[in-house]
T-cell receptor
Framework: DTEVTQTPKHLVMGMTNKKSLKCEQH?????MYWYKQKAKKPPELMFV???????INESVPSRFSPECPNSSLLNLHLHALQPEDSALYLC?????????????????FGPGTRLTVL | GQQVMQIPQYQHVQEGEDFTTYCNSS?????IQWYKQRPGGHPVFLIQ???SGEVKKQKRLTFQFGEAKKNSSLHITATQTTDVGTYFC???????????WGLGTSLAVNP
């Protein structure tokens, strides 16, 4: 089973709202990722969690706040977003064999949450 | 910075014709991965190449990784309408776990 699930599928929110995106995987993967994808562009890395610790933050604005409650779950908390934050938000997971072996690590993507900020 | 150029940006073919997309990296990659994203969908992992000069086949799809590990290609033989989508290459450079992505090639297939 190579399934990563994400909820909700679609989300419309105002600039003053607070909402959360959720991601879950049951493949025993130890790395989880948040990506942002604009139309006709490749995914853009936002955060990486490795063994439930934040490993990479790609200088993402603080209005995006990630959380990894356990190795299977990943959340992205949203607050005071801007219209330009409208995009497809993708979660991914990988085994995370460790530094020096990432050249064999494969990321599996969830279906994404399509976010519209009004 | 590290970049992966991918060409062509778009390709329109008649069903049954062949299709190839190419990726060229400004830096040596430790691997190259290929993903397919259907319209309205999410990236789906197709394959990973790790060795210099490696060639892998999946039915009508042939993937190559260059000898210098800086370029790669994906060739589809006799395209079908189910091949429609955007094909992305992505790779790791050195010991960096962040994938460097190509901009993708959008394939349209006329039945």
């Amino acid at each position: 089973d190579t399934e990563v699930t994400q909820t909700p599928k679609h989300l419309v929110m105002g600039m003053t709202n607070k909402k959360s995106l959720k991601c879950e995987q049951h493949m025993g993967h130890r790395a989880m990722y948040w990506y942002k994808q604009k139309a006709k562009k490749p995914p853009e890395l936002m955060f990486v969690y490795s063994y439930e610790k934040l490993s990479i933050n790609e200088s993402v604005p603080s209005r995006f706040s990630p959380e990894c409650p356990n190795s299977s779950l990943l959340n992205l908390h949203l607050h005071a977003l801007q219209p330009e934050d409208s995009a497809l938000y993708l979660c991914a997971s990988s085994q995370d064999p460790g530094a020096g072996t990432w050249n064999t690590d494969t990321q599996y993507f969830g279906p994404g949450t399509r976010l519209t900020v009004l | 910075g590290q970049q992966v150029m991918q060409i062509p940006q778009y390709q329109h073919v008649q069903e049954g014709e062949d299709f190839t997309t190419y990726c060229n990296s400004s830096t040596t990659l430790s691997n190259i991965q290929w993903y397919k994203q259907r319209p309205g969908g999410h990236p789906v992992f197709l394959i990973q190449l790790v060795k210099s000069g490696e060639v892998k086949k999946q039915k009508r799809l042939t993937f190559q990784f260059g000898e210098a590990k800086k370029n790669s290609s994906l060739h589809i033989t006799a395209t079908q309408t189910t091949d429609v989508g955007t094909y992305f290459c992505a790779g790791n450079a050195g010991n960096n776990r962040k994938l460097i992505w190509g901009l993708g090639t959008s394939l349209a297939v006329n039945p």
